[in-house]
């Protein structure tokens, strides 16, 4: 059985120790089980690969991701040159987020493929040593010197970091309830026989824009 718990401050002890040491595997275990693999962020343009039309760069926005609980950011975008198409056949290439855990390091690369009458995307690798997430794939047409968006897909959908545990199902849920528990709890003030709640449909054009900005608060909702 293992046991794991931290942080606490380390003592020195009589041989002037530290008697509480931390790895960098026991933070990535930390952070794994705060978020799952994926980009980081609610930017939709983070780590977006685009082309720089007229030559074979494309164009990596700036961005973080998360792999196995270690993280990457980049503050700038980052051109990356794309080989140029073979003269016989097409090919994909792939964009992907690496962290390489043998060389201690994380960042994004471009996974060249082989050209072929029937071209195949290349496959992610998602090992003890190496784990990728696919950012895009580009298709590089037979004699290409040049790439526009239309080569690019988007593989970034579904990979988005989330905290580990939720889905987006979960979060239209929580986000249901609330809004119910809301709607609730109007139709409760609704029903104070004091307190009359006029539709804003029955006012006449010029006193809804008034009614709709005049509002009193009562138990955190707003009463028109």
């Known amino acids: 059985m293992s046991i794991t718990y931290f942080p606490f401050d380390a ?3 009589s041989e002037g120790n530290y008697d509480r040491t931390y790895t960098s595997e026991q933070f990535a275990l ?3 089980k705060l978020f799952s693999n994926g980009v980081y ?3 939709s343009t983070d780590l977006q ?3 720089l039309n007229g030559n074979m760069y494309i164009t990596v926005a700036s961005g973080a991701f998360f792999i196995n609980g270690r993280f990457y950011a980049n503050d700038e975008d980052e051109n990356i040159l794309i080989t140029a198409g073979d003269v016989h056949y097409g090919r994909y ?3 992907v987020a690496r962290a390489d855990f043998v060389n201690r390091m994380c960042g994004v690369y471009v996974l060249e493929g082989t050209p072929s009458s029937n071209p195949v995307v290349p496959s992610l690798t998602q090992t003890a ?3 990728e997430i696919p950012l895009a794939t580009i298709y ?4 290409a010197t040049s790439l526009t968006q239309y080569n690019i897909t988007d593989e970034r959908v579904g990979v988005y970091c989330t905290l580990t545990g939720f889905t987006a199902s979960d979060y239209f849920t929580a986000y ?3 809004y119910q528990q809301f709607s609730d709890e109007v139709q409760r003030i609704h029903s104070f026989p004091h307190r009359r709640i006029k539709p804003i449909h029955s006012l006449p054009i010029s006193r809804k824009s008034f009614h709709i900005c005049k509002a009193v608060s009562m138990n955190g909702i707003r009463v028109f």
Request: hydrophobic content about 45%.
């Open 11 to 13: 003592v020195v002890d």
């Open 30 to 32: 930390y952070f794994s």
């Open 41 to 43: 962020g609610a930017d």
């Open 49 to 51: 690969v685009t082309a």
């Open 93 to 95: 290439d792939r964009v």
């Open 129 to 131: 040593d190496r784990f």
């Open 140 to 143: 590089v047409v037979s004699g």
């Open 176 to 178: 249901s309830k609330a």
